[in-house]
C-alpha cells in the first residue's frame, strides 16, 4: 500500500488556526487577543496573591506602617484593593480581549498616577496604602506593563490590515485608484454623479440607467468608473 503525502490538509490547518474571524467576520490575527487576554489574568494573579497573603497576615486595615508582603509593605486597606483590582481584571479577560485591553490601559494608568501621588505621603499620616518605596517601584512598573499589554495591537498609526482593532477598509477607499487622475476620468466622475442624480429624480435616459445599474455589481469608485467608462 502506498502512503499518500497530504500537505494541503497541514497547511490548510496551520491557515485555519493563525486567523480567525471577529464578530464583523473579518479575519485577524488571533495573537493579538491572546496576549491581552493572557496578560490580564498574568497581572490579576501577581496581584491577587499579594491581596491575599496580605489577607492571611491579618494586618491592620489603615496602618501607616505597613508590614512586609513580598518585599513590600502593605496593610488591609492595600490588599482590599489589590484582590478587587485583580478580581475586575480577571471579569475583564473572562468577558472578552477587547474589554481586557481597555481595562488593562485604565488600570495601567491608575496604577502609574498611584505610585507618583504615593511619593508625596511617603511615611506620613496620609500614606493610606502604607506604600514604600518597593511599593513605588512595583506600581510604576505594573502599570507600564498593563499599558503595554492593553495597547499591544491596538494603539498604533500604522495598524496592520489583519489587526482585530484596524479600521474596516470603507468601499470606496481603494487607495490611488478611486482618484481621478486624467481629463477623461474627470470627465467620466461628472458623468456619473449627474447620472446618479437623475435616477434618483427619475429623469434618467436609458443609456444613463444602463451605465448606473451596471456600476452597480462592482464596489470601489474606481471601478465603477471603469466600467461607467467601457460604455463610451
Known sequence: ???????????????????????????????????????????????????????????????????????????????????????????????????????????????????????????????LLAFEIENVIFSEVTGLVLLLLGAYGRVSGNLPADSPYARPRMADDDGPESVPSTPAEFAAERAMREAEVAVVNHTATADQLRRVEAMARVHTRGDRRRVWMQFD
Request: charged residues 15%.
Open 1 to 127: 500500500m502506498q502512503l499518500r503525502h497530504l500537505p494541503s490538509l497541514r497547511t490548510a490547518g496551520a491557515a485555519s488556526r493563525a486567523r480567525t474571524a471577529d464578530d464583523d467576520g473579518r479575519g485577524h490575527d488571533p495573537r493579538v487577543f491572546a496576549v491581552q487576554r493572557a496578560g490580564a489574568l498574568a497581572v490579576a494573579a501577581v496581584i491577587l496573591v499579594f491581596g491575599l497573603l496580605g489577607f492571611a497576615g491579618g494586618l491592620d486595615f489603615f496602618s501607616t506602617d505597613g508590614q512586609p508582603i513580598l518585599g513590600m509593605s502593605s496593610n488591609g486597606l492595600l490588599s482590599t484593593v489589590s484582590v478587587l483590582t485583580a478580581g475586575v481584571l480577571v471579569l475583564a479577560a473572562l468577558r472578552s480581549p477587547r474589554t481586557a485591553s481597555t481595562l488593562m490601559i485604565v488600570v495601567g494608568i491608575a496604577f502609574l498616577l498611584a505610585g507618583l501621588g504615593s511619593l508625596a505621603v511617603l511615611r506620613t499620616d496620609a500614606n
